[in-house]
């Protein structure tokens, strides 16, 4: 079976930082983070990485501040954000694909593609909270 199992999420400052862990049992051709804000509104794209070459791909409203890595000797995809904002707390949730190319992983958060439709394994999300 296959999991995925975010940690790393609580609560810092304005202009803090977090880092977020992904443990998979599994290596996807794609690895990708998202949230979702508290209204349950569709997720947002955060980044993603195409595990075969390292590639990262950021959407543009995260660019600068998000930092996707792997590591895959310990199956762990990490998720840095800096320069925390008031709009960033939400669940932050890692995904899997598990084959894709490399244009489709970049595409699932450089474009309006619902990720629920890309990425085939999902974590139970980690939160993040803001707050001075």
């Known amino acids: 079976q296959v999991q995925v199992v975010e940690s790393g999420g609580g609560s810092a400052q304005p202009g803090g930082s977090l880092k977020l862990s992904c443990a998979h049992t599994?290596?996807?051709?794609?690895m990708g983070w998202f949230r979702q804000d508290p209204g349950g509104r569709p997720y947002e794209a955060g980044a993603?990485?195409?595990?075969?070459?390292?590639?990262?791909f950021y959407a543009d409203a995260v660019k600068g501040r998000f930092t996707i890595s792997h590591d895959s000797a310990k199956n762990t995809v990490y998720l840095g954000i800096d320069s925390l904002k008031p709009d960033d707390p939400a669940m932050y949730y890692c995904?899997?694909?598990?084959?894709?190319?490399?244009?489709?992983?970049?595409?699932?958060?450089?474009?309006?593609?619902?990720?629920?439709?890309?990425?085939?394994?999902w974590g139970r999300g980690t939160q993040v909270t803001v707050s001075s």
């Open positions: 599994i290596k996807g051709d794609c």
């Open positions: 995904a899997i694909r598990y084959r894709c190319r490399a244009s489709e992983c970049g595409n699932s958060v450089l474009t309006s593609v619902n990720p629920q439709h890309f990425y085939t394994n």
């Open positions: 993603a990485m195409y595990t075969a070459t390292g590639s990262p």
